[in-house]
Nanobody
Framework: VQLQASGGGLVQAGGSLRLSCAAS????????VAWFRQAPGKEREFVAA????????YYADSVKGRFTISRDNAKNTVYLQMNSLRPEDTAVYYC???????????????????WGQGTQVTVSS
């Protein structure tokens, strides 16, 4: 199983980036897909997720209204559109897949089975 994240980079505050995560060896069908992030010296934190096949989306309060998660099951790819970026969004962003995740654990690192290698997002002020 491999999750390949891409799309990170350096952007000014107020700018946008679109992250992608392509999976091989695991199907997105029926799975929960998510993005987490980890800033230096901090724990990994939940950003956004799409729960199983129902398509319900969940977001951290800090990114609501600015970030949008989407998925393309045919391409086994999950995306994170990030708008109105802020310096506090600076982190390494990780994609994750949970095959049998239950809703109560959607924001927990422990609920996910597979992780990508991470892509750096840096927002300058």
């Amino acid at each position: 199983v491999q999750l390949q994240a891409s799309g990170g980079g350096l952007v000014q505050a107020g700018g946008s980036l679109r992250l992608s995560c392509a999976a091989s060896g695991v199907t997105f069908n029926g799975a929960t897909v998510a993005w987490f992030r980890q800033a230096p010296g901090k724990e990994r934190e939940f950003v956004a997720a799409i729960f199983r096949s129902g398509g319900s989306r969940y977001y951290a309060d800090s990114v609501k209204g600015r970030f949008t998660i989407s998925r393309d099951n045919a391409k086994n790819t999950v995306y994170l559109q990030m708008n109105s970026l802020r310096p506090e969004d600076t982190a390494v962003y990780y994609c994750a897949v949970g095959r049998r995740l239950i809703l109560s654990t959607i924001s927990s690192v422990e609920g996910y089975d597979y992780w990508g290698q991470g892509t750096q997002v840096t927002v300058s002020s």
